[in-house]
C-alpha cells in the first residue's frame, strides 16, 4: 500500500483518486476529509479564497462512508459502484440540491432550500460521488470576475489579489486551490471557460442539449449549459459521461449518448487533424503573454502531427453586442419569477399602500445587485415594443450569421482553436465601474454559446509579463464533444511535458500560518 | 436608433418591477447609454434575407406522454414562501386600496 499525506492526496487528479480508491489504497472517508480539511485551511478568513458559500461536510462524509462500505463487503454490489465513487466534487451555487442552501450569490434567495435535486446532482448521488459544498459565483452567474456575488468575492489562488474568473469563480478557484479535485460549473457567455483560463484549470462548456439544464436556475435558458471543472482535460471527460445524456426533465436535452468522452481523451494522438485558427480571435486586443503561449500551443500541435490552418469568422465582430442583447432580454424574462410570492427574500414598502406590485418592486430592488439590475433592464429594453426588430430579432439574426461562420470553418478544420480570454486575470476592482469592460472579457467564449457548439479550456502556460495563466480554448461542431476531449488531452501532455509537470505545480502554497483555519461560513 | 435617457430608465423600472433611487436612476442611464451604443451596430448586421436563430441546435415536437409524473405536495411547494396560509401562498393585496 502507498502511504500518501494528505497534501498529497488532495493533488491527486479524480482519475488517480478513482484508482486509488477501486484498490482500496486510501478509503473515499480519508479523501472527503482531506479536502474539507483544505477547505478549512485556506477558504476562510480574511486572506482566504472563499471559493465556497456553503460546505456540506455532514453528507459528504456520510456518503464516502457508504462508498467505502460497500467497498469493503465487496460483491456484487462494490462491482457495480460508478468509476468515480467516493471522488469528492464542489458543486456552482447555480444548481438546486436538496439538503443544501441555493443562493445563486444572490440576496434574493438567501436561505432557500429547494425541494428538489437538479439531474445532473441526482446524477451525482447515483455515483455515489460526495459533494463537497457549493461554490461561489457572479450574483445569477451574471459577470466575469466573481465580484458581483451577494456574499463576496473569490480570489484567485495564483495571486489573491486578483479575480478568479466568473462567473463559476469559485468553482474553478475551488479545483486550482486544491480544496476539490472536480466541480460542476454552467456556462452562458464563458463562466466555465473563462475561470479556467485565469485560475490554470479545466473547463468544458458541452454542446447546448448535451447535459441536462433541468435544476440550473436560468439566466438565458437558449444559451445557458452545465459542465465539468477539474484539473486534467481526462477528468472533465469522466465527469460529464457522469452528468450528461438525455433527460426527459429538459425538454432541450439530446438524445445522442456522449459516451466515447473518455475513450477520446485517452486516444494519444492527433495525426492528420487539421486544427484552425481563428483570425478574429487572436492578435490585436490579446495580451502578448496570452499570444505568445497560444502560438507555443499551435506549434506543439503542428510538432506532433497536427495540420494549422486559419480560417476567417467576420460575423464574430457582432457576437458581443448580440450577445449582450439576446442573453439580457432571457434574463429579464427567467428573473421575473423572483417576486417576492413563491420563494425568498419578501421586502415590504417603507411607507405608502402595500400592494403585491409596490412589495415585487420593493423586493426586487432590496434582493438584486447592480449587475444583475441592469441586465433586467437591459433585456426589458431590447424586448420593448418599437425596439424588438431592431434590437431582439437583430441579434437573433446574427446568431444565424455566427452559426454559418462556424460552418464554414468546420468545413476546413476538425477542431478550431484560440486563446480562451483575452487577458490573465485583472484585478479585484479594477473593472468594478466598466461593466463595459469585463464584458469584453468574454469576447472569444461568446461564439460558442450563440451557436450551441462544444468548447473546452485547458491551460497553456503563464504569460512572461505577469506570470498568471493563459487559457488555449478548443471549439468543435454541435455533438462533436469527443474531439476537444481527444485533442485537449494532447495538448495538456505536450504542455506537461516542456513545464516538467502539472501547470498548478507552480501555483504559490497556500494555506501559511497566517490563514485563519475555518469555514467560510 | 435611440439613445437611452433617464425616463426610458425609469419606465422600464416600472415594468421591470424594480424600484430604483434618484441616484440610481441617473447611474444606471449613463451606465446603459454606453451598453446601448455598443451593441447598436448588430441591426445593421443581417441583411432581410437572413433567418432568425431562437434556439441553437434545432429540435421539433419534443413530446412525452400525458400522464402525471411526481409532484410537490402543498408542504414542499410552499417551504420556501415568504408567507402562506391554509396551505396557500399569502400575498399583499392585489388591488390597490384606493
Known sequence: MTELNNSELIRLSAAQLAAKLAAREVTSVEVTQAYLDRIALVDGGADGIHAFLHVNAEEALAVAAEVDAIRAAGGAEAEALHELAGVPIAVKDLIVTIGQPTTAGSKILEGWHSPYDATVIKRLRAAKMPILGKTNLDEFAMGSSTEHSAYGPTRNPWDLDRIPGGSGGGSAAAVAAFEAPLALGTDTGGSIRQPGAVTGTVGMKPTYGAVSRYGAIAMASSLDQIGPVSRTVLDSALLQEVIGGHDPFDSTSLTDPFDTLVAAAKTGNVTGMKIGIIKELHGEGYQAGVENRFNESLELLKEAGAEIVEVSCPNFKYALGAYYLIMPSEVSSNLAKFDGVRYGLRVLPEDGPMTIERVMAATRAAGFGDEVKRRIILGTYALSAGYYDAYYGSAQKVRTLIQRDFDAAFAQADVLISPTAPTTAFKLGEKLDDPLAMYLNDVATIPANMAGIPGLSLPGGLADEDGLPVGIQLLAPAREDARLYRVGAVLESLLEEKWGGPLLDRAPVLGSSSTIAGGSN | ?98
Open chain 2, 1 to 98: 436608433m435611440a439613445a437611452i435617457n433617464r425616463d426610458d430608465v425609469a419606465h422600464l423600472a416600472r415594468l421591470a418591477h424594480i424600484e430604483m433611487s434618484a441616484e440610481e436612476l441617473d447611474r444606471m442611464a449613463g451606465e446603459l447609454a454606453v451598453i446601448v451604443d455598443s451593441v447598436k451596430s448588430v441591426s445593421e448586421a443581417a441583411g432581410d434575407d437572413v433567418p432568425a436563430t431562437s434556439h441553437p441546435i434545432p429540435l421539433s415536437n419534443v413530446f412525452r406522454e400525458d400522464v402525471v409524473g411526481h409532484t410537490f405536495t402543498a408542504e414542499q411547494a410552499l417551504s420556501g414562501a415568504p408567507d402562506s396560509f391554509e396551505g396557500r401562498f399569502k400575498v399583499p393585496a392585489i388591488l390597490d386600496e384606493d
